[in-house]
């Protein structure tokens, strides 16, 4: 059993993303130098970047699967929206102040769309 290279990225996020559609559509996979460069982003080219591995026997499928995500991206991708106004800030900063030490409350109405 050997490995093949599926995909490669230069941006810790976007590696994961990677994986995880590659997790989503049942395909065994792993990061090469994830760990090791979490602390050393400036050796990322030297390695060449975050390396997505499969196994050989479903290297056909993770290729598939890639063209797939690259081809037809989300087309609907859900936002967060809040609402609230400078007085909302304000009396949020001052509540938080006198009523939590410190923490700002949350005044604003958040929701996704």
Do not use: H
């Amino acid at each position: 059993m050997g490995v093949r290279l599926a995909a490669l990225a230069f941006e810790r996020g976007e590696a994961l993303v990677i994986s995880a559609t590659l997790d989503a559509a049942g395909i065994p996979n792993w990061i090469y130098w994830y760990n090791s460069l979490w602390n050393t982003p400036a050796r990322l080219l030297i390695y060449d970047g975050f390396q997505i591995v499969v196994t050989e026997e479903s290297f056909e499928e993770a290729q598939a699967v890639l063209k797939e995500a690259l081809e037809n991206p989300c087309v609907g991708a859900e936002t967060l929206t809040s609402r609230g106004d400078f007085l909302d800030r304000v009396f949020g900063f001052f509540l938080g102040f006198v009523l939590a030490g410190g923490a700002p409350f949350k005044l604003r109405q958040r929701e996704w769309r």
